[in-house]
């Protein structure tokens, strides 16, 4: 059975660091290339990072560029999204997903590329 669960969301306050953690069984993480989308409600899931299967290369959104770093560790099927200077538009439900890297390609910001999800993790950055 797979499962992606996320953890490590909470209340902090503008500038304040963060970091998410999320852990996978259920599949060969290794080979897996790893995604962070993030979304408000009523609101299009938005994608924040992305990770190759080794990690040699990652990816990010314009809106967290220089500020959030993605990473993982394959010992222990984790991955991990550093946050550091948050602002509230960084406010949201974070997700991670999965997906086989050669199906993925280079449309890692597309929620519809990913076959498997975790359940979310809130974030909340008060001003």
């Known amino acids: 059975q797979v499962r992606l669960v996320e953890s490590g969301g909470g209340s902090v306050q503008t500038g304040w660091s963060l970091r998410l953690s999320c852990t996978a069984s259920?599949?060969?993480?290794?080979?897996?290339?790893m995604g962070w989308f993030r979304q408000a409600p009523g609101h299009q899931r938005d994608g924040v990072a992305s990770?190759?299967?080794?990690?040699?290369?990652?990816a990010y959104s314009d809106a967290v560029k220089g500020r959030f770093t993605n990473s993982r560790e394959n010992s222990r099927d984790t991955l991990y999204l550093k946050m550091k200077d948050l602002k509230p538009e960084d406010a949201d439900v974070y997700y991670c997903?999965?997906?086989?890297?050669?199906?993925?390609?280079?449309?890692?910001?597309?929620?519809?590329?990913?076959?498997?999800w975790g359940q979310g993790t809130e974030v909340t950055v008060s001003s």
């Open positions: 997903a999965a997906d086989e890297c050669g199906a993925l390609g280079a449309d890692w910001q597309n929620p519809e590329k990913y076959a498997y």
């Open positions: 259920g599949f060969t993480y290794e080979n897996y290339c």
């Open positions: 990770i190759t299967n080794l990690g040699s290369t990652t």
